[in-house]
T-cell receptor, first 115, second 112 residues
Framework: KQEVTQIPAALSVPEGENLVLNCSFT??????LQWFRQDPGKGLTSLLL?????REQTSGRLNASLDKSSGRSTLYIAASQPGDSATYLCAVRRNYGGSQGNLIFGKGTKLSVKP | DGGITQSPKYLFRKEGQNVTLSCEQN?????MYWYRQDPGQGLRLIYY???????QKGDIAEGYSVSREKKESFPLTVTSAQKNPTAFYLC???????????FGPGTRLTVL
């Protein structure tokens, strides 16, 4: 059974710092991995999607990497800003079985960037 | 304006009542999904639909029902059989089942 873990559960950093959020998964047979951002009381905003054949994806100050063999992904945020404060969720998409295509979510990392 | 809309934003239900949560998308996506989010837990899949007139149970379907009569719409009914319905409900869609998912703003359901 696929399980997705995000550590730490919460992170507080000063403005301007570069930071890394971690995501690990137990079954390497994934189709792709998606990173999301969630603001309090809101829906999820898709940040980056990495296909299983890719090593990384970049969007602005965000860079996501994927190491499928070790079951790990990282989300790198450069020059953090207070507006980056949110919960970041990692989700993997199954590559087999009757629920193929469905996302399995981690519990998220709550990021606070202090001015 | 393309996107996913959910209504209402807040919903209050008395014990024993059925309630229906609306989800509409104008992205021309084939696949639609319903998730439930509880504090301290990851999102859990309730139901999903890969195409009109077809839907499948997710990991926690008991006490819920759905329909997919139109491509744009995927309403979720929370029945009185759902033991602990208080949660934040999120609807999502994707072009096809293996593609990037996009989410609506959510409905917060509270049982009084």
């Amino acid at each position: 059974k696929q399980e997705v873990t995000q550590i730490p559960a919460a992170l507080s950093v000063p403005e301007g710092e570069n930071l890394v959020l971690n995501c690990s998964f137990t079954d390497s047979a994934i189709y792709n991995l998606q990173w999301f951002r969630q603001d309090p009381g809101k829906g999820l905003t898709s940040l980056l999607l990495i296909q299983s054949s890719q090593r990384e994806q970049t969007s602005g100050r965000l860079n996501a990497s994927l190491d499928k063999s070790s079951g790990r992904s990282t989300l790198y945020i450069a020059a953090s800003q207070p507006g980056d404060s949110a919960t970041y969720l990692c989700a993997v998409r199954r590559n087999y079985g009757g629920s193929q295509g469905n996302l399995i979510f981690g519990k998220g990392t709550k990021l606070s960037v202090k001015p | 304006d393309g996107g996913i809309t959910q209504s209402p934003k807040y919903l209050f239900r008395k014990e024993g009542q059925n309630v229906t949560l609306s989800c509409e998308q104008n992205l021309n996506h084939d696949a639609m999904y319903w998730y439930r989010q509880d504090p301290g837990q990851g999102l859990r899949l309730i139901y999903y639909s890969q195409i009109v007139n077809d839907f499948q149970k997710g990991d926690i379907a008991e006490g819920y029902s759905v329909s997919r009569e139109k491509k744009e719409s995927f309403p979720l009914t929370v029945t009185s059989a759902q033991k602990n319905p208080t949660a934040f409900y999120l609807c999502a869609s994707s072009i096809a089942s293996m593609n990037e998912q996009f989410f609506g703003p959510g409905t917060r359901l509270t049982v009084l």
